[in-house]
């Protein structure tokens, strides 16, 4: 029921003054308290979508809900129970943390104190530092601050670690983790599959401008990939498909590089097969590697492109 989305849009279209369709007919339902992924490479449509959402972008036709109201005739109420990080964040340099999260607290009628904030985000040290003194992974937490100072229902992260070493993703996972477990809702960007497997509860996968597969990471692994991949490569390199399909334990094949990836079940039956094969065709094997099927092999097996394409 759409009383208990958070967010909720049906038929969305966005199309640009030079004919350029962004999103074309997208439906999106996403439940209260959910952590939910937006996935697809750049172009796809995804950023338009959000800020949509946001209420930063007037859709071209469509039926838009965010907390069960519309920006067209409750946009004040609803700027009050959103937070927003946007992709990039510029702020004055040489303001200092603590002032910057007060500055946007002041913007609310209600909501957490500096302090409770800083501590949130592990920036409690930082509070007398300029903004311009700031890490990369610090202003990334700091963007994050401002979106949740005011306490919000909802919470927008538009690619929120793109950029980051591994050691500041990580804690900015921790930080939206601890989002999840007050039962916000979230909706998340991104380009790192790992990310998304970790944070989401569920994830739509967006190609021009549609949703082409939506669920949990798990059901979507299980339903178009299954447990195991194999990847290899020889020479020569035009081995017949049809024929690699029909390999034991072969569930599916697909180009990969110069060679192919096979989706498997079980990997024990399948790579002594795939080298019986080789051999018995007097091919050569350059590499070969397998791997748990993520989501990023879902994206594969449904668009043929990678995500970050």
């Not at 990334?140 to 050691?167: K, S």
Request: one cysteine or more.
């Amino acid at each position: 029921m759409t009383a208990d989305l958070a967010i909720s849009c049906k038929g969305l279209v966005k199309r640009y003054e030079d004919d350029v369709l962004a999103v074309t007919g997208l439906d999106l339902g996403i439940a209260r308290g959910e952590c939910f992924g937006l996935l697809g490479p750049n172009g796809a449509g995804k950023t338009t979508t959000v800020e949509i959402l946001e209420g930063l972008l007037e859709p071209t036709s469509g039926e838009v809900r965010v907390l069960g109201m519309s920006y067209a005739q409750d946009e004040a109420s609803l700027r009050a129970r959103i937070g927003i990080t946007l992709q990039e964040t510029h702020l004055d340099d040489r303001l200092t943390v603590a002032e910057i999260v007060a500055m946007f607290r002041s913007f609310y009628a209600s909501g957490r104190t500096v302090d409770e904030v800083l501590e949130l985000v592990s920036l409690a040290e930082k509070r007398g530092s300029w903004y311009e003194r700031l890490s990369g992974g610090q202003k990334q937490r700091l963007a994050v601050a401002l979106a949740v100072v005011g306490d919000p229902e909802l919470v927008f992260l538009d690619e929120p670690t793109t950029g980051l070493d591994p050691q500041s993703r990580r804690q900015l996972w921790d930080v939206i983790l601890s989002f999840k477990r007050q039962g916000k809702t979230i909706l998340i960007t991104t380009h790192y599959m790992e990310e998304a497997e970790r944070l989401c509860d569920r994830v739509a996968i967006v190609d021009r401008g549609k949703v082409i597969a939506q669920g949990s990471p798990r059901d979507l692994i299980s339903e178009h990939i299954g447990g195991e991949v194999v990847e290899f490569s020889a020479t020569p390199s035009d081995l017949p498909r049809d024929e690699i399909g029909r390999l034991p334990g072969v569930k599916a094949v697909r180009a990969s590089g110069p060679g192919f990836a096979l989706t498997v079940d079980p990997v024990h039956v399948a790579v002594p097969a795939l080298l019986g094969f080789l051999t018995a065709r007097g091919a050569s094997l350059d590499g070969l590697s397998t791997h748990s099927a993520t989501l990023e092999d879902v994206f594969l097996a449904l668009t043929g492109r990678k995500l970050r394409d």
